[in-house]
């Protein structure tokens, strides 16, 4: 699955431009950056120099390079023997949550304050349009279902026309995306994720704004006591299944 989840529409390339290739170095970083956001790397495993740069097929040079960037992103950390991912503590994950649930809620609570704020239609369409598609022919359990859940959120708060909520969204699902993934590893947990955005879709639709807000609430507040929970529960499922990936 794609780990890019949110391109602004007025930076996105002109279909007939030609784009130069990426430098080496940002071709890593890129690289480097998905391997790490898709869970490739085990949560004890050692980024080291010299094996990512044979896999990448580049020099150590750009290789080190990314590895600073992705320390500055906070997505991997240094410790005894080198890089490695990552992984937030409960704490880490309350605080991570707690944001996420506020950024979430904004994007509805600004259209009910405001009656002149309206959620693009193209884009509440679209994102329908992959849901009911998932919806016929739900994918298999998989970690990796958590980017299609990233993108439906992401995609829920653009429509709602704040950059600066979807930038700060997208930034905090990738924070936690490392322990979120764990929790798809089940097909009744797949499936109630795909009717429970259908349904907070269709509300925002058509403009039953207060039942997407609660709709919405429900899916993504839970008591902290509960996502304490899943949050434990995912990182135990990390553990046992960090070579399924």
């Not at 890129?30 to 495993?45: C, H, K, M, N, W």
């Not at 506020?102 to 704020?117: C, K, Q």
């Not at 990233?150 to 490392?178: C, K, M, Q, W």
């Amino acid at each position: 699955m794609d780990s890019k989840l949110y391109t602004q529409p007025d930076t996105m390339p002109d279909p007939g431009a030609v784009v130069p290739p990426p430098s080496l170095r940002e071709a890593a970083y890129a690289q480097l950056r998905a391997a790490v956001l898709d869970g490739e790397f085990g949560p004890r495993e050692r980024l080291a120099e010299m094996r990512l740069a044979a896999r990448f097929g580049v020099s150590r040079t750009p290789v080190r390079e990314a590895l600073a960037r992705l320390l500055a992103d906070g997505l991997i950390e240094r410790g005894d023997g080198g890089f490695h991912v990552r992984i937030p503590n409960l704490t880490q994950l309350k605080d991570f949550y707690e944001l996420r649930v506020t950024l979430e809620l904004r994007g509805i609570a600004r259209a009910i304050e405001d009656p002149s704020v309206r959620h693009d239609p193209a884009v509440i369409a679209a994102e329908l349009e992959r849901w009911y598609a998932m919806r016929e022919n739900p994918p298999a359990c998989d970690p990796r279902f958590v980017v299609q859940d990233e993108r439906f959120h992401a995609e829920l708060s653009r429509a709602a026309g704040n950059p600066a909520l979807t930038d700060a969204l997208v930034t905090v699902s990738e924070r936690i995306r490392s322990v979120r993934m764990y929790d798809f590893l089940t097909q009744d947990r797949v499936e109630t994720t795909i009717t429970e955005h259908i349904e907070i879709m269709e509300f925002v639709r058509d403009g039953r704004l207060d039942e997407g807000y609660r709709a919405l609430h429900a899916h993504v507040g839970d008591s902290m006591a509960v996502v304490l929970q899943r949050a434990q529960r995912a990182m135990t499922q990390m553990a046992l299944h960090a070579d399924r990936l």
